[in-house]
């Protein structure tokens, strides 16, 4: 397959409409002058797999992936990353020059690196973490907290069954605490994350005990509708470093936006200001 002289990439989703992530393409492909479109693609379930696999042929070199496609990619993939396989699901695609379907996630390196550049004094063995759900964004949290040598993770979920399920794929690093407990565990953490859509806009908020948070922990939430959630609001007047989640939107983004367009991308907050319009 050889490579168009405007390549195209875009985001896939049923909904994709609401996406931030043309917005984001937009602003590098314009800041670093390069050739290219990036694009939503609404696809109904119906027309998935047929119109997946057209997307090279009209000149797309990748796309990302969004609900309820994550999981569905990684069947019609030719080549699944090793994170991608144990987190579950895919949010980066690649078609190659060789007419291969590369399938990657993203998702757990975006919000490591979000954490540094938000968090500069992080470290990842300081101590244990504490996270709230056990959904794909926890696993791909999750990953990526191991991976950077935190020393337990605790994983806390409204139904315990899925928590134990992360324990089963994630090993003995991880400990599972009930619910009704979150608050305690929280109290001896040097990193809090909230993975769950409690908190989000149009949802309910977050019903977790924060008393235990102290200053020094740094505290993020990956709802990034609003920017400030409860949680991170009652950890700013506690006294703790907090990391919103676009940052996590934003650096995610990356490795795709190089692979497709053939130049790193840098996140600052001009980025940041294109995405929040």
Same mark, same amino acid.
């Given at each position: 397959?050889?490579?168009?002289?405007?390549?195209?990439?875009?985001?896939?989703?049923?909904?994709?409409?609401?996406?931030?992530?043309?917005?984001?393409?937009?602003?590098?492909?314009?800041?670093?002058?390069?050739?290219?479109?990036?694009?939503?693609?609404?696809?109904?379930?119906?027309?998935?797999?047929?119109?997946?696999?057209?997307?090279?042929?009209?000149?797309?070199?990748?796309?990302?992936?969004?609900?309820?496609?994550?999981?569905?990619?990684?069947?019609?993939?030719?080549?699944?990353?090793?994170?991608?396989?144990?987190?579950?699901?895919?949010?980066?695609?690649?078609?190659?020059?060789?007419?291969?379907?590369?399938?990657?996630?993203?998702?757990?390196?975006?919000?490591?690196?979000?954490?540094?550049?938000?968090?500069?004094?992080?470290?990842?063995?300081?101590?244990?973490?504490?996270?709230?759900?056990?959904?794909?964004?926890?696993?791909?949290? #999750?990953?990526? &907290? =191991?991976?950077?040598? !935190? +020393?337990?993770?605790?994983?806390?979920?409204?139904? *315990? %069954?899925?928590?134990?399920?992360?324990?089963?794929?994630?090993?003995?690093?991880?400990?599972?605490?009930?619910?009704?407990?979150?608050?305690?565990?929280?109290?001896?953490?040097?990193?809090?994350?909230?993975?769950?859509?409690?908190?989000?806009?149009?949802?309910?908020?977050?019903?977790?005990?924060?008393?235990?948070?102290?200053?020094?922990?740094?505290?993020?939430?990956?709802?990034?509708?609003?920017?400030?959630?409860?949680?991170?609001?009652?950890?700013?007047?506690?006294?703790?470093?907090?990391?919103?989640? #676009?940052?996590? &939107? =934003?650096?995610?983004? !990356? +490795?795709?936006?190089?692979?497709?367009?053939?130049? *790193? %991308?840098?996140?600052?907050?001009?980025?940041?200001?294109?995405?929040?319009?």
């Amino acid at each position: 397959m050889t490579t168009p002289s405007i390549p195209l990439a875009g985001v896939i989703g049923w909904p994709a409409s609401h996406s931030r992530s043309p917005a984001l393409h937009g602003h590098w492909l314009r800041k670093y002058g390069l050739p290219g479109h990036y694009v939503p693609l609404e696809i109904a379930p119906e027309n998935f797999e047929a119109a997946f696999r057209m997307l090279p042929a009209l000149g797309f070199v990748g796309a990302n992936v969004t609900i309820p496609y994550k999981e569905t990619v990684m069947e019609l993939a030719d080549q699944v990353s090793d994170r991608a396989t144990l987190i579950g699901a895919a949010n980066t695609i690649t078609f190659g020059r060789d007419g291969r379907i590369h399938a990657d996630n993203t998702d757990g390196y975006g919000f490591i690196e979000n954490l540094r550049q938000l968090a500069p004094d992080w470290r990842a063995e300081a101590g244990p973490a504490m996270v709230f759900g056990a959904g794909g964004a926890a696993r791909a949290v #999750l990953s990526s &907290l =191991l991976n950077a040598g !935190v +020393p337990e993770v605790r994983v806390s979920n409204r139904t *315990r %069954p899925r928590a134990e399920k992360l324990r089963a794929d994630f090993g003995n690093r991880v400990q599972v605490v009930d619910w009704v407990q979150a608050g305690n565990a929280i109290e001896d953490a040097t990193t809090v994350v909230n993975t769950t859509s409690l908190g989000m806009v149009g949802k309910p908020e977050l019903r977790v005990p924060l008393d235990g948070l102290r200053p020094g922990t740094v505290v993020s939430d990956i709802v990034y509708t609003p920017l400030e959630t409860q949680l991170l609001r009652v950890a700013a007047e506690q006294g703790c470093t907090c990391v919103d989640g #676009l940052g996590m &939107l =934003l650096h995610q983004a !990356v +490795p795709g936006f190089e692979r497709w367009f053939g130049q *790193r %991308p840098e996140v600052d907050e001009a980025t940041r200001a294109a995405v929040l319009g």
